[in-house]
Structures are given as structure tokens and as C-alpha cells.
């Protein structure tokens, strides 16, 4: 069985601090996106990372998926508190191939002013 | 385009009672999917489907039943609701299955509470 873990499960920040959420896992991925969701909607895609090693930015949020393609991580420069949300990472195309996406479990970001 | 939508968006049941969520989609995807969200779990995927006509399970498929008569429409059947599928429900499409740049989008949910 597949699975992502992410850390920590629950993080709360005072505004401008920055911040780093962990994704992990024992298996090898194609691919790992990360979404987030804000109360009472649908998860939203962030970015999606393919390559051992990717580094993408998308403003202050910066994205790595690691060398082996097991793991990623996100981080965040000067949090804002509408930063604030539920973040998920998921993985693609792993070990079983089944074309399925693949949730950790989560982690809650609260970004106090 | 509305994207993907889902009522209703609250629904209360009795244990023992039946329903149909309901998911549809305006964007032409063939890969539809329903997961449920609880807390501390992430999403966990009930069934899918890969375009009319074809529906296969996923991680926690019982109590569920799934169809899928157009591309549009995607409902998710609770035959005999227990208190243990109290959840937030969520509807998802995409373009293609698995490839690894597509982009899930999801509808903004359906949150039951089953008595």
C-alpha cells in the first residue's frame, strides 16, 4: 500500500514568519501535485512537480520534489494569513500504477496577523 | 463554464435511509471521481470512472454504488446510510487518468451527517 505522510499535521504561525511542510513516502512517484483548501470548498491545485529535483516557485511558495521522487517539500517565505488553509500533497503514478492520486493526510496552516 | 458542481451541499440522513449525491461536470473530462474527506485522513478515493459506461473502485468502496450513463454526470449512491459515512464528500474530474500533468478539479463539496 501506498502512502503519504505529510508533517507536521497542524501548524500555526504569526504573520511573516516562514515555514516549511514536509511530504513523504516509501514510494517512488511519477509525479506529486500539491493542493489547497480553504473551509467549505474543494481542494485546488498548486503546482504539480515531475522531476527528481524540481524546484518550482510560485510567489512566496516555493516547491521541491526530491532527488528520488519519494518526497517533497513546501515552503513558505513570510507567511500571510491568507495563507492560512488546509495543504495537501499527492502522488501519481506510483509503484501500482493505477492512475490514481494518492492524499497525505494533510497538513492545517493557521497564519495569525 | 461552472466547472464541477455537487448538491446538495448539507444533507442530514437517518441510519437506514438511502440518497444520491450528485457531481457534473461542463468540461468535457472523461476521468470523474468521488473521495471522501475526514479528519486527519486526507482524501480517500470511493470509486472512479474513466469515461461513460466504465466505473471501477477505489480505496473504500463500501456502501457506495456509482454509474456513469454521460461524461457529465457522476452520481454517488448511499444504499443504506450508517453513521460511519458521516463525511464530507467530494466530486473530482479530469482531462485524462494518471497522467502525471493533469490537474484534479474538484466540486466544493457535500457535507453529510448520518443520525
Known amino acids: 500500500t501506498q502512502l503519504l505522510e505529510q508533517s507536521p499535521q497542524f501548524l500555526s504561525i504569526q504573520e511573516g514568519e516562514n515555514l516549511t511542510v514536509y511530504c513523504n513516502s516509501s514510494s517512488v512517484f511519477s509525479s506529486l501535485q500539491w493542493y489547497r483548501q480553504e473551509p467549505g470548498e474543494g481542494p485546488v491545485l498548486l503546482v504539480t512537480v515531475v522531476t527528481g529535483g524540481e524546484v518550482k516557485k510560485l510567489k512566496r511558495l516555493t516547491f521541491q520534489f526530491g532527488d528520488a521522487r519519494k518526497d517533497s517539500s513546501l515552503h513558505i517565505t513570510a507567511a500571510q494569513p491568507g495563507d492560512t488553509g488546509l495543504y495537501l500533497c499527492a502522488g501519481a503514478g506510483g509503484s501500482s500504477n493505477t492512475g490514481k492520486l494518492i492524499f497525505g493526510q494533510g497538513t492545517t496552516l493557521q497564519v495569525k496577523p | 463554464n461552472a466547472g464541477v458542481t455537487q448538491t446538495p451541499k448539507f444533507q442530514v440522513l437517518k441510519t437506514g435511509q438511502s440518497m444520491t449525491l450528485q457531481c457534473a461536470q461542463d468540461?468535457?473530462?472523461?476521468?470523474m471521481s468521488w473521495y471522501r474527506q475526514d479528519p486527519g485522513m486526507g482524501l480517500r478515493l470511493i470509486h472512479y470512472s474513466v469515461g461513460a459506461g466504465i466505473t471501477d473502485q477505489g480505496e473504500v468502496p463500501n456502501g457506495y454504488n456509482v454509474s456513469r450513463s454521460t461524461t457529465e454526470d457522476f452520481p454517488l449512491r448511499l444504499l443504506s446510510a450508517a453513521p460511519s459515512q458521516t463525511s464530507v464528500y467530494f466530486c473530482?474530474?479530469?482531462?485524462?487518468?494518471?497522467?502525471?500533468?493533469?490537474?484534479?478539479?474538484f466540486g466544493p463539496g457535500t457535507r453529510l451527517t448520518v443520525l
Open positions: 468540461m468535457n473530462h472523461e476521468y
Open positions: 473530482a474530474s479530469s482531462y485524462s487518468i494518471g497522467a502525471w500533468w493533469d490537474t484534479q478539479y
